[in-house]
């Protein structure tokens, strides 16, 4: 009897030594890590993946250092919708510029290229709806702007059914957390309202009981999905999200978070963790793991998080390396910036954009 009490107890001190929590400074060590990394190349980036990294730096932090490469994401979005307004708005032009865009996945051989080509192929439009315009008009609103033209691109997105894209199992396969972004999208334009609809064709493309038969990208599209909803809701890290409301999406990453850390990329991890963040659950388990993991992953000698294939591009590893400080250094969710409560970032506003 007594050698099953040591035993026993031998287990419960591996299991606390094995799962023991990281002092917090360890992890905000590893994100300074990567934060000087990226800003010490920041502006050397392509003007996407500056600004992706500084609107979310400047989110969590509100220091205006960020205020250079939130310009840069301005610009981009003032280019992208005069662009739209002038250029590509009639149904032809609209297929023109889709059907090119379709073709820039029909050399790819990789699981996710051949999905999204092969489903986006009958229904070019959406990658120009969806994936461009959307996107652009959404980050106006966020700003408190909007293009000059507003109305006319407003009536371009009525003439399509988004549902027929968010709810289309293909599409979702191919598409997942773009769509979940797209469909809050429209919902924070005050336009059409599928977000009940795409949950609801989520959750039936993406069965939990046939996890186990997903290919290693499919596995990560549905997690990715399930992350972006959360991220989505947010608005993209402005807000807190109730969990109770995504009970499902919570309960779901809580039973699953050790097959998680197995089967899903750095980029995946990292999300997984910001959700719990974006509910206040801080403290929560999966919060722990997640930075644990995350902290094992980054090279010290390169300052970042390398791809899976083991590439150290900065401008490539923006997204990974940028969730990476986000969870392992959490600040705090900040309606930000906008031109009403942060003027000084928008003292001087790309051509096309205007004040809502």
């Known amino acids: 009897m007594r050698g099953k009490f040591v035993a026993l107890c031998l287990g419960l001190a591996i299991s606390q030594t094995t799962f023991a929590s990281t002092p917090p400074e360890s992890f905000t060590a590893s994100a300074d890590i990567i934060r000087h990394t990226y800003e010490t190349q920041l502006y050397t980036l392509p003007a996407f993946k500056e600004g992706h990294y500084g609107l979310r730096m400047y989110r969590q932090t509100l ?56 489903v986006t192929k ?74 009940k ?21 499919q596995y990560g599209n549905k997690l990715y999905g399930l992350t972006h ?27 699953n978070i050790d097959t998680i850390l197995l089967r899903a990329k750095e980029d995946v991890v990292a999300e997984v963790g910001i959700t719990f963040l974006l509910a206040g659950l801080e403290n929560d388990p999966v919060v722990e793991k997640t930075r644990q993991a995350i902290q094992k992953s980054i090279d010290k000698d390169k300052g970042m998080i390398p ?23 959490w600040q705090s969710v900040n309606e930000a910036p906008t031109i009403k409560a942060n003027p000084k970032v928008f003292s001087s506003l790309p051509y096309g954009l205007i004040a809502q």
């Not at 402005?238 to 999406?249: A, G, L, M, R, T």
């Not at 150290?312 to 250094?329: K, S, W």
């Open 307 to 329: 791809s899976v294939t083991g590439d150290f591009d900065v401008a490539y590893g923006e997204h990974r390396n940028v969730l990476a400080i986000m969870l392992l250094d």
């Open 63 to 118: 220091d205006p250092k960020y205020s250079a490469a939130v310009w840069s994401d301005m610009a981009r979005v003032a280019s992208k919708l005069n662009k739209f307004a002038a250029e590509v708005h009639t149904p032809e032009q609209i297929l023109l510029y889709s059907e090119k865009r379709v073709s820039s996945y029909s050399d790819d051989t990789d699981e996710r290229s051949v999905r999204r080509y092969t």
């Open 197 to 217: 609809p795409f949950i609801e064709a989520f959750r039936k493309a993406y069965p939990d009981s046939e996890d186990k038969k997903l290919s290693k990208q």
């Open 229 to 255: 909803i959360i991220f989505a809701d947010s608005e993209y890290y402005q807000h807190q999200v109730d969990e109770k409301e995504y009970q499902w999406i919570y309960d779901y990453l809580r039973s």
């Open 122 to 195: 009958h229904m070019p439009e959406y990658l120009y709806l969806g994936v461009d315009l959307l996107g652009s008009m959404a980050r106006a609103n966020e700003y408190g702007l909007k293009h000059k033209e507003d109305q006319k691109l407003r009536q371009v997105i009525r003439r399509y059914d988004f549902e027929k894209y968010a709810t289309d199992p293909e599409m979702i396969r191919a598409w997942a957390a773009q769509l979940a972004n797209q469909v809050f999208w429209l919902r924070q334009l005050d336009e059409q309202d599928v977000v």
